[in-house]
């Protein structure tokens, strides 16, 4: 069972240079998220989907835009990379029904250095 | 915004010895989660409780809910090196499920 599935591992952008981080998921759970986790500052939601052709800003949206054309992906796209922006980021999906969240699983992250 | 609150921060113990690490709020969950995270890699999670009062283990890790839905904890028993790793809670605030607020974590370090 691959679950969630981030790629690349590990990217380093120059200040202003543009990249989309991939994320997919096997497991046909409706809601997917994007976050960022910086050291000490725990977890920040980025934009998260509750559905295909469904998006939602998060706590920390802006610099970043996303699309959710099927259930299955979920990219992260940076447009105008800045040194701010240089974190760990996690996808995550989980199944959301009758008004409970079941918990995520999250992708292995990406390591993100913006120079 | 609800705001989840971890105790201890840092905690650092021998083989053998129990723990328990803290989760608090002022806002009432639907659902709370605990994860498990180890450098490079994402979070994993541990388990979900719904019912104010659960109690759920997981071999040596017990899970408890407060009865109001506004606090957990997570007990590790006999600690293993292997229990090691960052420590996360997360709540689904009451009425929405959309999206979990995670607390900032509990770093364990379990020494042989």
């Known amino acids: 069972n691959a679950g969630v599935t981030q790629t690349p591992k590990f990217r380093i952008l120059k200040i202003g240079q543009s990249m989309t981080l991939q994320c997919t998921q096997d497991?046909?759970?409706?809601?997917m998220y994007w976050y960022r986790q910086d050291p000490g500052m725990g977890l920040k939601l980025i934009y998260y989907?509750?559905?295909?052709?469904?998006?939602d800003k998060g706590e920390v949206p802006n610099g970043y835009n996303v699309s959710r054309s099927t259930t299955e992906d979920f990219p992260l796209r940076l447009e105008l990379a800045a040194p701010s922006q240089t974190s760990v980021y996690f996808c995550?999906?989980?199944?959301?029904?009758?008004?409970?969240?079941?918990?995520?699983?999250f992708g292995s992250g990406t390591r993100l250095t913006v120079v | 915004t609800q705001l989840l609150e971890q105790s201890p921060q840092f905690l650092s113990i021998q083989e053998g010895e129990n723990l328990t690490v803290y989760c608090n709020s002022s806002?009432?969950?639907?659902?709370l989660q605990w994860y498990r995270q180890e450098p490079g890699e994402g979070p994993v999670l541990l388990v979900t409780?719904?019912?104010?009062?659960e109690v759920k283990k997981l071999k040596r890790l017990t899970f408890q809910f407060g009865d109001a839905r506004k606090d957990s904890s997570l007990h590790i028993t006999a600690a293993q090196p292997g229990d090691t790793g960052l420590y996360l809670c997360?709540?689904?605030?009451?009425?929405?499920?959309?999206?979990?607020?995670f607390g900032s974590g509990t770093q364990l370090t379990v020494l042989p």
């Open positions: 497991m046909n759970h409706n809601y």
């Open positions: 995550a999906s989980s199944y959301v029904g009758s008004g409970t969240n079941y918990g995520y699983t």
């Open positions: 409780v719904v019912t104010g009062g």
């Open positions: 997360a709540g689904a605030e009451s009425g929405s499920a959309r999206q979990l607020t």
């Open positions: 989907s509750v559905g295909a052709g469904i998006t």
């Open positions: 806002s009432v969950f639907s659902s």
